[in-house]
């Protein structure tokens, strides 16, 4: 009876589920301990470096695109300032000829006036002077001519010398007159 | 094998019992011991294949490796602990998901046909490996007074219902839970695999009595229950880890 009792307390353990072996345990710690000394010293410090490489090379590729489109977007800016800058230029160079050009047409013109002027003045003193002269000489030549004219109408009557001599101021005068209606 | 009177031999505790395969100094080496070891060169082996000379631009068997790498890592542990808090322990997450998961295989693989995790002893050794790393960082992280105000659920808040909540908690935390965290995989192997054993076990013996048509419904089940232990063992191992990672959690927060 205490026999079969011990026998059936003995299957009643080696039966029961929920009770570990411990040749099992010992087992199932090595063989855990065995995986995890791996993972936790070789394989996972392995794989962590590698995706580390891996991010640092992702990024640094994102980096580099990015100071990339950085300096490109400067060089742009630049070159779009340069050219403003030479279209300011231009439009200021095509000003400053155009003021140029007209402050020049302007100088040459009064330049041209002022020549002009000259030589009309310099003419009116040329006919002034040939005027002057011609009425001196042509004063003399008729004093002459009346002289003469008066010496033959002397020789005729001597008498009236002071009426002739009235006639030719009078004749005189008339021509001074037709000279200054002339003028 | 049992006699239940009709002859058909239903399985029971005798399936999860193995004669020793040898014995060296008085010590008995089985089938479920030799499975381990197996499950420990493969889960190495794979893992070393995959990460012993990992490439930046990862070939077929890296990718793989890497695929469950991550999985864990960040699925598991990064979810529940952070990615600052939880870098520490992702190597004990890692070996202990893939450690538990091989090992449930082993229930659906021809010849080994048997999940490690239904013999107590292995489950057990997980779950009190978790236990102790709990134990130690809730000491380590709050001392002796805080210990015991992490493990009790001390809040002041309470009142009266305080002195009760703290022996539910302190029997909960420190007595219950590592005993639910191995039985739940145990459980879960043990059932799965008693099912697979019946009804194999029922085709067979359906092939020989009048009920014929029986043996092929009893067929289409053992194959429709292979699938679902597939995915009850990848879930369970998926569990384990994650009541881990939880578990740890609750030793690093702040007590409240």
């Known amino acids: 009876m205490i026999a ?8 009643e353990t080696e039966q029961n589920p929920l009770l570990p072996a ?4 010992l087992v199932g710690t090595i063989a855990f301990a065995i995986v995890f000394f791996f993972f936790w010293k070789k394989l996972l410090p392995n794989i962590n470096k590698v995706l580390e490489e891996r991010r640092a090379a992702i990024e640094g590729g994102i980096e580099e695109a990015d100071a990339m489109k950085v300096e490109a977007q400067s060089v742009l800016e630049q070159y779009k300032a340069q050219l403003a800058e030479a279209r300011h230029e231009a439009a200021r160079l095509r000003q400053e000829a155009q003021e140029q050009g007209a402050a020049l047409i302007a100088e040459m013109r009064a330049e041209g006036q002022r020549q002009r002027e000259e030589i009309v003045a310099a003419g009116h003193a040329q006919i002034d002077a040939d005027r002057k002269a011609a009425a001196s000489s042509l004063r003399q030549d008729v004093g002459k001519l009346a002289t003469e ?6 020789g005729e009557s001597l008498e009236d010398h002071a009426r002739q001599s009235r006639v030719i101021d009078r004749f005189l005068d008339e021509l001074e007159e037709k000279a200054e209606a002339a003028r | 094998m049992s006699d239940n009177g009709c002859g058909f031999p239903a399985p029971g505790l005798q399936s999860f019992l193995f004669k020793p395969l040898a014995t060296v100094g008085g010590f008995e080496f089985n089938k479920v011991m030799l499975l381990v070891l197996i499950t420990t060169v493969l889960v190495i082996g794979f893992f070393w294949a995959a990460f012993g000379k990992a490439k930046v631009v990862p070939g077929k068997l890296q990718m793989v490796g890497e ?5 864990v890592r960040r699925g598991i542990v990064y979810e529940t ?12 997450m890692v070996s202990l998901f893939f450690f538990i998961w091989i090992m449930n295989i082993w229930s659906v693989i021809p010849l080994a046909q048997f999940p490690v995790a239904s013999v107590i002893a292995f489950p057990a050794v997980l779950a009190a490996i978790v236990y102790i790393t709990w134990v130690a960082l809730t000491f380590k992280k709050h001392g002796f007074v805080g210990f015991f105000k992490n493990v009790t659920g001390y809040d002041k808040s309470l009142g009266a219902v305080l002195p009760l909540v703290m022996v539910i908690e302190f029997f909960s935390n ?16 043990f059932a799965g695999h008693l099912m697979l054993v019946m009804f ?3 085709s067979w013996y359906l092939l020989n009595s009048w009920l014929v048509v029986g043996a092929g419904v009893s067929f289409v089940m053992t194959i429709a229950m292979i699938l679902f232990e597939l995915f009850v063992q990848a879930v369970q191992a998926y569990v384990f880890v994650l009541l881990a990672c939880s578990y740890v959690q609750g030793a690093l927060a702040e007590h409240h």
């Open chain 2, 67 to 71: 695929a469950g790498y991550d999985f």
């Open chain 1, 4 to 11: 079969n009792l011990a026998q059936l307390a003995a299957e």
């Open chain 1, 149 to 154: 004219l008066a010496g033959k109408l002397v």
């Open chain 2, 174 to 189: 420190l007595v219950v839970r590592p005993f639910t965290h191995a039985v739940r995989l145990f459980a879960n192997m």
């Open chain 1, 22 to 25: 411990g040749p099992e345990l």
């Open chain 2, 200 to 202: 194999t076990v029922a």
């Open chain 2, 81 to 92: 602990l952070g990615k600052r808090e939880g870098e520490k322990y992702v190597p004990l």
